[in-house]
């Protein structure tokens, strides 16, 4: 049986809480990893409209994304599937579709215009050879933000940056001032190799970061240009603390949100933290895309996404198209987003709504020459994971020298492509 949610019964979602009382209906239990301040107050936004169309919602977060695919990954295979969990959009649920574990989501997708609406990217990226769509993605995630107190720069004479040489200019002036951390930063190997990409993209160019990551291209690698790219990549470290070894990333955005950092890289997931904070772009804290100074600037592009695991049926259960007909609506679409940081993944929606730094990612996002497509389209979880790692040993020891973090990124690259 498929349901169809109103826009008048979510708009009156938004505005209640998840304890509300309604009568009960299909229960979902939805698996995922946001437990932040400004993450929480985002899923709440689908909580609620779940529970307002008539279901239930039975809350299931795991700290961690890591930890948390690994329990939701283990429960698919393992029988006891949740109604929905989240997952990267793209490869890392290759498998669980290859093994016929999920069920397909074209027909909430078509009656909702949803398919018709999402980037040509994520379209590619949730259908599979067999033609069915088997994920659902609910936001647009940039990878490759910085984000700054503009107390901080303003305290210590620097201007906002646009390029790598006013980044360093003005982190070198917080430095000098000495009244905060210059870039704050979680020494973990997800965030190290993300900030690793995101100078590829934004020093390197995406010629260079598709010839490295999707074109596997040893001669890449070994080029002046991807040099810079490592070279610039580790100056950052001088600009950092000792207290950021494990740090989680949330911990590094409130470092800049309370002034006693003056940057930080992170995806525009961040800026949910800032809101949840009471802070607005462009008066506390600002937001930048880096460029070469000539207006262009690349942004990595990615998604959160939900499968929805087969519960033995042939496809959607009561729930789980309940669920996904939501999630797919353009009012759930936004007030997720405005919450989270991100922007959502359909291109139809009224965006009006959505702040300076969201309105400059959906232009970005709309523009295929400045949207760039994120490591999880393009490569195996294994090279992806090598990468962190890599990223994360090459920042921990001082002694690893730049010629032996690209002979190093050579050898994973020939790996990567010997498994094609």
């Not at 400004?38 to 994304?65: F, H, L, M, P, R």
């Not at 020298?401 to 020939?414: G, N, R």
Request: aromatic content about 10%.
């Amino acid at each position: 049986m498929r349901h169809s949610v109103s826009a008048f019964a979510i708009s009156i979602a938004l505005s209640l809480t998840a304890g509300a009382a309604f009568a009960e209906g299909p229960e979902a239990e939805v698996m995922h990893w946001w437990v932040s301040a400004g993450e929480s107050a985002a899923i709440k936004q689908v909580a609620d409209a779940y529970t307002a169309a008539g279901g239930v919602w039975k809350d299931n977060a795991i700290a961690g994304g890591e930890v948390a695919i690994a329990n939701i990954i283990s429960r698919i295979t393992g029988g006891d599937a949740p109604t929905a969990a989240q997952m990267p959009l793209g490869k890392q649920i290759d498998d669980l579709v290859a093994s016929g574990l999920l069920a397909p989501l074209d027909g909430p997708g078509a009656e909702t215009g949803f398919l018709d609406n999402i980037p040509e990217v994520f379209k590619e990226a949730v259908t599979y050879d067999d033609g069915h769509v088997y994920a659902l993605p609910i936001n647009n995630h940039g990878h490759n933000w910085v984000w700054f107190n503009k107390s901080v720069l303003d305290a210590a004479g620097a201007k906002e940056p646009v390029t790598w040489d006013d980044l360093f200019a003005a982190l070198d002036a917080i430095k000098a001032k000495g009244n905060a951390i210059p870039l704050a930063v979680g020494a973990q190997p997800w965030q190290l190799g993300q900030t690793f990409w995101t100078v590829l993209v934004t020093e390197g160019g995406a010629d260079l970061y598709y010839k490295v990551n999707r074109d596997l291209d040893v001669e890449a690698v070994k080029s002046p240009e991807f040099r810079k790219v490592v070279e610039t990549f580790i100056k950052l470290r001088d600009y950092s603390d000792e207290g950021s070894a494990n740090r989680e990333w949330n911990v590094a955005a409130n470092m800049v949100i309370t002034g006693q950092a003056g940057f930080h890289f992170m995806g525009d997931w961040a800026k949910g933290e800032y809101l949840a904070a009471g802070q607005t772009p462009g008066v506390e804290f600002g937001c930048q895309l880096l460029g070469n100074g000539d207006g262009h600037q690349n942004l990595i592009v990615a998604s959160d996404a939900f499968i929805f695991p087969l519960d033995g049926a042939d496809g959607l259960n009561e729930a789980q198209t309940l669920l996904a007909t939501t999630m797919m609506s353009k009012e759930v679409q936004v007030a997720f987003n405005a919450k989270k940081g991100s922007v959502p993944a359909r291109l139809d929606v009224d965006m009006a709504s959505l702040d300076a730094c969201s309105q400059e990612g959906v232009a970005a996002l709309q523009d295929p020459n400045q949207r760039i497509a994120a490591t999880d389209f393009l490569n195996t979880p294994d090279y992806i994971g090598a990468e962190r790692d890599l990223a994360a040993t090459f920042w921990a020891d001082p002694a690893m020298t730049v010629d032996q973090f690209i002979e190093a990124y050579v050898a994973l690259v020939e790996t990567e492509a010997s498994m094609r």
